[in-house]
C-alpha cells in the first residue's frame, strides 16, 4: 500500500463539492468522511468509498465530501486507477461491489463503512429545560471558510482540534446597528465558542488561551473538585443545536474564571442573533434581555474609550427596540451621538436611528 498514492488530510477539509470535476475516488483508510446531500446525511470510515459513480461517469461530484476527523484516503484518479486496480485486488473488488448495488437517483446511498454517530459525545445537558432542540447543520460549504487547529485545553491540559475562521475568504455583506457583521455565505456566531472534549472548559476562540493565571487557577480547581462525567464533541458539520450547547456550555466556564460583564453581554448578544435567525422570538427577548443587563451592568462600572462608549450605546439602544422601550432606546442613540470625540461612524449610526424613531413615530 505504500507505493500507492495514500493521502492525510485534517479534520474540516473538503474533499469535493457538488459541481467539481470527478478528478479522484476516495477510499477511506482511517478517520471518518461526512458524504451530504441536501438534507441526507452519511458518515464513512475505514472502508468507504466517495465519488465514484461520477468519476467513472466522467462527470461532476453531487454531493459534499468533508473530514470529520483527520483522514487517510487512497486516491485513485486518472492517472493511477489502472496500476491500483490492478495490484490492489481487494480495493479492486470493493469498488464494483459498491458500483453494482448503487442506486439511481437522489438519494445518498453507501454500503460499505457507514458508521453510526455516537450521540453520547456530542449531547450534554447544559442547555435551559424546555429549550428547544434543532437538528439542522450549518451548510456544508461553510467548510471553504473553515481550517482546523490543535488546542491545548488552560484546565485540564487535554489536546483537541479547534475550529478557526478563514477571515481572508470573507466577504462583508452588511454591518447592522447593532454592529453585527453579516458575511455573504457564511455565519461566523456558530463557530465563536471552543470546548474542550474532556472537562467541557468552554470559551470564545480568540481568547481560549488568553486566560489569565488567576482564571486558569479557578478552572482547574473546579475541574478538579468537580470533573465532568460528559463529554462534547462538535459533528462536522456541526449542528445548529452543538452550537448553541456551546454558549451554554461557555456560560459555565464564566462562572467559573470570572468573565468580565462585557464577556458575558458579547455572549448573550450573539445568542440573541441566533435565535432571531432561527425565529425564535420568546428566546431572543430573554436573551436581550440578559444582554441589556450585562452591557448596562458594564456601562455604570467601568471606563472604556469614547468610541467603546459609542458603541456600546448603540448596542443598549438596539436591545432596548427589541424589548419594546424606545424610551430607552432614543435615549441611549442620543448619548452616543452627543458626546465628544469617538468615532463619527458610530455617530452617524447613532442619529439614523434617531430619525428612523422620529420617521416611526410620526
Known sequence: MTANPVRSYPRGSVLFAPGDTASTVHVVLEGTVVASKGDQQVNLGAGGILGDVAFFAEGTYSYHAICATDVTTL???????SQVLATQPRIALSLLSELARRVDGDELVFFQGVEQTDESKTSVGALPEGHPA????????????????????????????GTRIRTSRLQLQEQKPDLRTVYRRFEPNYFYIWVCPKCLFAYPERQYTRLSQTAIQKGKKAWQENPSSESFVFEVPRTIHQAITSYYLAMASFETVGASLEQWGNLWLRLVWIYEDLGQ???????????????????????????????LYLILGELALRLGDTGEAFRNFRAATTMTGGDPRYKRMASDRIADLRENRE
Open 75 to 81: 486516491n485513485i484518479t486518472k492517472d493511477n486507477a
Open 134 to 161: 434543532f437538528t439542522e447543520r450549518v451548510p456544508m460549504e461553510y467548510g471553504e471558510f473553515l481550517f482546523s487547529t490543535e488546542v491545548e485545553c488552560p484546565i485540564c491540559g487535554t489536546h483537541f482540534s
Open 281 to 311: 422570538d420568546e428566546l431572543v427577548v430573554k436573551a436581550a434581555e440578559k444582554a441589556q443587563h450585562y452591557f448596562s451592568e458594564a456601562m455604570s462600572t467601568k471606563s472604556r474609550s469614547t468610541a467603546g462608549d459609542q458603541a
